[in-house]
């Protein structure tokens, strides 16, 4: 159900936006106390995290159990494990385990959904990549003034029970392109403050950095809250749940995809003159650091709004969906399909409706032949 799951992965969002806020206020807090010179600030900072993490961890792995075996699952795992498997059949294992993640992607819907999450968060790592040096060398505030902007992401929190509502209301694509709007104005915005330096430039960031978290808190919730939608499409394809698989898919391309990102900006800041231990940047080195910031992350927000003008995945072709899987399931003939039904199918997985659903006539046939 489309409304059981957002709210379930509202409250999860809640929770998470709950963490980034910690990862940024205590830092600020941190370096004021023990000053931004002291080598020892970033020991502690990061001392002060191990153990949460740790804490963390110990609850989740208190609180969490696995799926209960039957007997006969036991003794599959059992023979599994204790089974010897030479190099050829281990590497055509893991030949099949790339296979699978690959055949993710013949899902229309989730090679849109998946351009959305990359383009998207990767614009969001540039920023965050980016945006102390620009506040340091190109507005000429503190590192401490800097973590205590980037705090202020505690907005998010609330931000993201209105998102969940949003979710409901007017979809998924109509709220990227809220986050998008919201985000490329702040930046803008940014971009504006570093041309005029104001005589006050802490009031003018806190409000941007305030709108900015507002936008950034949307762009984290919406892909997590449209996944749980996602092995719904490719059900009626593969007639299979495979959840597991494209969370898989989504982390692992994550990970790449936020490694690159931090690379590809400290070449390009490099390339631009951006010396690591100087206090005082060259005038190439400060425009890199405010093109790369300004440029590069509205043009990556911009490709991803581009792919979400085409996302078709919402409430109500999400429940059209559903209820022909339903019906399929329960013996409906794919003959008698409705066209507006037929067309939704076919825009959200990408394949022809009678190459949906093979798996029943393959059953089918094997009945006949027995």
């Known amino acids: 159900d489309f409304n059981a799951r957002t709210k379930l992965s509202t409250a999860r969002m809640f929770f998470s936006s709950t963490g980034v806020f910690l990862a940024t206020f205590i830092p ?17 900072n990061g001392i002060f995290f191990a153990i949460l993490f740790a804490v963390c961890i110990f609850i989740s792995y208190k609180v969490t159990w696995e799926h209960k075996l039957t007997p006969e699952e036991e003794a599959k795992w059992a023979a599994a494990s204790n089974e010897k498997r030479t190099f050829g059949e281990t590497m055509a ?5 790339m296979k699978d993640y690959l055949s993710t992607l013949k899902i229309k819907s989730f090679r849109k959904h998946l351009a959305i999450y990359l383009l998207s968060f990767t614009g969001k790592d540039v920023f965050n990549a980016v945006f102390i040096y620009f506040c340091v060398f190109a507005l000429g505030i503190s590192d401490a003034s800097a973590s205590e ?8 929190i609330p931000i993201m029970i209105l998102a969940g509502f949003l979710m409901i209301r007017i979809g998924p694509a109509n709220l990227y392109k809220v986050a998008y709007s919201i985000m490329i104005l702040c930046i803008l915005s940014f971009y504006a403050v570093y041309l005029i330096k104001p005589d006050s430039l802490m009031l003018p960031l806190f409000i941007i950095m305030g ?15 449209v996944f749980p939608f996602i092995p719904d499409v490719d059900e009626i394809v593969t007639g299979e749940r495979r959840a597991g698989l494209f969370a898989a898919v989504m982390t692992f391309s994550r990970k790449s995809s936020v490694a690159i990102a931090t690379f590809f900006v400290g070449v390009v800041l490099q390339a631009g003159g951006f010396v690591a231990d100087a206090t005082v940047q060259s005038t190439q080195a400060v425009n890199t650091i405010v093109y790369t910031l300004v440029f590069g992350t509205i043009f990556l927000l911009l490709c991803a709004l581009a792919v979400v003008l085409t996302f078709k995945l919402n409430k109500k072709n999400h429940a059209i969906l559903v209820n022909e ?6 013996g ?19 394949y022809k409706y009678e190459d949906v659903w093979t798996h029943t006539r393959e059953v089918s046939t094997s009945a006949k032949a027995l």
């Open 211 to 225: 709108f900015y978290q507002i936008g950034r808190a949307v762009l984290d919730f919406t892909p997590w809250n």
């Open 325 to 330: 899987i339903d019906r399929l399931k329960n």
């Open 149 to 156: 902007l980037l705090s202020m992401s505690f907005i998010g």
């Open 93 to 97: 294992a893991i030949g099949q385990v």
């Open 332 to 350: 409906g003939s794919k003959q008698q399909v409705d066209p507006d039904t037929k067309k939704v199918v076919e825009d959200l997985t990408g």
């Open 28 to 44: 600020s807090l941190i370096i004021r106390f023990f000053g931004e010179d002291n080598s020892s600030t970033y020991f502690i």
